[in-house]
Nanobody
Framework: QVQLVESGGGLVQIGGSLRLSCAAS????????MGWFRQAPGKEREFVAA????????YYANSVKGRFTVSRDNAKNTVYLQMNNLKPEDTAVYYC????????????????????WGQGTQVTVSS
């Protein structure tokens, strides 16, 4: 069982930056690939970024590539999402999720593969 708690969301102006954090409970954090997803009002939840168990492999949605960076600190049981050059279309509730990965490898982008989810943190980008 893993519990995930996101933090760092808030209101930011266009072009600004935010850093989201996701703290995980338990002693097996390094066995999980981690993902970030988001859900905007009236839209389905979508993939944003994912990172492998060791942090060596990362994937991004095309819409955030070059602006967002996902990273993790396994010693602190924490995964991060650094968001730069934010746009109004980035406004959403952001969720982190954990995917049990018995075998090291690329993280998955399908949210249905993720086992545990945080409660979400709101990011609002305004002018």
């Amino acid at each position: 069982q893993v519990q995930l708690v996101e933090s760092g969301g808030g209101l930011v102006q266009i072009g600004g930056s935010l850093r989201l954090s996701c703290a995980a409970s338990g002693r097996t954090f390094s066995m999980y690939a981690m993902g970030w997803f988001r859900q905007a009002p009236g839209k389905e939840r979508e993939f944003v970024a994912a990172i492998s168990r060791s942090g060596g492999i990362t994937y991004y949605a095309n819409s955030v590539k070059g602006r967002f960076t996902v990273s993790r600190d396994n010693a602190k049981n924490t995964v991060y999402l650094q968001m730069n050059n934010l746009k109004p279309e980035d406004t959403a509730v952001y969720y982190c999720a954990a995917d049990w990965a018995v075998v090291p490898g690329p993280p998955r982008q399908d949210q249905n593969e993720y086992d545990y989810w945080g409660q979400g943190t709101q990011v609002t980008v305004s002018s």
